[in-house]
């Protein structure tokens, strides 16, 4: 099966994006990964840069740039949801899970603490 890379904790940031981003390019690459992943695209879970960290200008020669950071909000979305990297599934059972998982758990304030958007995603989690 022909699947998505995508970092664990990006199952939460495509939930809140709301066209904010890094730069316009990124943006604009936000909304096609989305696109496709609304279009019913299987992913698979990896541990370091996806599809979305593709379009990113902090993606240094495919290192984040604030990978530790990210590594570890990784980790502790990969736990919530109870997968493991490699795992492959549709996005709608992902996004399913980050929902139930993490946001409706409440969680999201913790996972992704660290993490300079989470006012903007956390505001939007507790509506
Ligand atoms: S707070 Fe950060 S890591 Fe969490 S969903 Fe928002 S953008 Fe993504
Ligand atoms: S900030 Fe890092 S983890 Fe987030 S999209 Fe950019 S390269 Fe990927």
Known sequence: MNS???RP???LCAQFFVGKGYSDQFVAHMYAVLKELDRGAAVTLVDGCDAICAGCPNACEGVCETDEKVRSIDRRAIEAMGL???NTLPW?????LAK?????????GDVCRDCEWIGICGSSADR
């Not at 139930?100 to 999201?108: D, F, N, V």
Request: charged letters at 15%.
């Open 9 to 11: 904790h990006h199952a």
């Open 100 to 108: 139930e998982k993490i946001i409706a758990a409440g969680t999201l």
């Open 92 to 96: 709608q059972d992902l996004s399913a």
């Open 4 to 6: 998505m890379k995508l």
């Open 84 to 86: 493991s990297f490699g």
